[in-house]
């Protein structure tokens, strides 16, 4: 568009209260991508990574999170199918290098290259844990509290309740033994 200013871009993505990065893919012979550079970052990206912006332009995600290729989520491949196609992605993950999960938007700019913005939702995911805890041991403290209850019905409530409360209740297994007896629930729903 004519008569814009790109220094006030610069500014604006500077000042963005979300942490924003901007990136380019590396692939391997095979064009599949195996590395990203960081090309810029603003300050609340420092700020919410803990990352020093001296210390990563230039740089290799892998040198600078050298844990990235064995974290449970693949960045590289994310992000570079982001790239390579152009995509708009969004949502939530933990992030293992820097212990924080954050609310995540990627977007491809130009063959190659992406840009994120995100947030720093770990307080928030914090707090939805300890409430789910909390609700856990409130419905359990009931079923204590509740006289028409056997010792069995105690156990199998328990049993089903408890991968509720787990941050990832899909992979969790509850079993309690329980005078010979055993009581289990191998995943929730």
Not at 85 to 99: A, H, I, M, R, T
Not at 130 to 136: A, Y
Request: glycine share 6%; net charge negative.
């Amino acid at each position: 568009m004519e008569g814009i200013n790109m220094d006030r871009h610069k500014l604006l993505v500077k000042h963005l209260p979300e942490a924003y990065a901007f990136h380019r893919v590396i692939t391997d012979e095979n064009k599949t991508p195996v590395d990203y550079i960081f090309l810029e970052v603003n300050q609340a990206f420092e700020e919410m990574t803990g990352l020093n912006r001296e210390k990563i332009i230039g740089r290799r995600v892998t040198e600078v999170l050298p844990g990235i290729k064995e974290s449970e989520f693949d960045w590289i491949s994310t992000y570079g199918r982001v790239a390579m196609n152009g995509e708009v992605v969004c949502w939530e993950q933990y992030s293992e290098p820097l212990d924080r999960h954050y609310q995540i938007t990627a977007y491809g700019e130009e063959k190659g290259y992406f840009s994120v913005l995100f947030y720093d939702v770990t307080a928030r995911k914090e707090v939805e844990e300890r409430t789910k805890e909390l609700d856990c041991l409130h419905r359990f403290s009931r079923m204590l509290r509740n006289r028409d209850y056997s010792i069995k019905d105690i156990m199998e409530g328990a049993s089903n309740l408890l991968p509720a409360c787990f941050q990832y209740p899909e992979s969790a297994y509850a079993c309690i033994t329980f005078q010979g007896q055993q009581f289990k629930r191998f995943k929730t729903g």
